[in-house]
């Protein structure tokens, strides 16, 4: 989770740099590393025994779903929702209970179900996203997240609308208020 300019505390980055930087950035301390290769290639290189988040695997295409669904699909699910409430931050929308309780179950009724991964390993990763966006050292504005929300939501949204429509041959109702939160978001009124 990168979310850009440290507006809120440049002028501390600027005084532990030394000098101004008008190209900062900051993210936050986290890495998985998935290589799609054979398995020898864990025997060869130890990763694991280095202490790094490293998976080989024969196909890496369920680990991108993943990623782009849970934790991009999550941002983009919950940006719309989260700015009509008032909320500025990801981490206050994860806080607040309506916004907060929308996305967990979004997540846990609407993606994961889409996804094919063990469900425990699907669950243990939105926990850490979840987490993720809960940290106090990472302020990501809602209002950064929303930048071409529309190609966002076609490519991390949709996907799980359409595979949760295909499996149970209901619709997905977060899923389907968010892009409603979506147009609304756009009229550019704010929870009026």
Do not use: C
Not at 26 to 43: A, C, D, Q, R, Y
Not at 126 to 153: C, Q, T, W
Not at 174 to 182: D, E, K, P, R, Y
Request: glycine letters at 6%.
């Amino acid at each position: 989770i990168v979310p850009g300019y440290p507006r809120d505390t440049i002028d501390e980055v600027t005084k532990e740099l030394g000098y101004i930087d008008k190209a900062v950035d900051v993210g936050e301390l986290f890495h998985l590393w998935v290589i799609e290769g054979p398995k020898w290639i864990s025997n060869e290189i130890p990763f694991e025994k280095a202490g790094l988040n490293v998976k080989v695997v024969a196909d890496m295409t369920p680990y991108r779903t993943r990623k782009v669904r849970i934790l991009n699909g999550a941002h983009t699910t919950l940006v719309p929702v989260a700015y009509l409430l008032h909320l500025d931050t990801v981490g206050e929308a994860v806080d607040d209970a309506l916004a907060g309780k929308f996305l967990t179950q979004t997540v846990e009724r609407e993606i994961i179900p889409t996804l094919d991964l063990p469900k425990q390993e699907l669950e243990d990763f939105a926990k850490a996203v979840f987490d993720r966006f809960r940290n106090p050292f990472v302020k990501h504005y809602l209002m950064s997240i929303a930048l071409n929300s529309f190609s966002k939501y076609e490519t991390r949204v949709l996907p799980s609308l359409l595979e949760y429509l295909s499996r149970t041959k209901e619709l997905p109702k977060h899923l389907v208020f968010s892009l409603a939160a979506l147009l609304e978001f756009y009229r550019g009124k704010r929870g009026e």
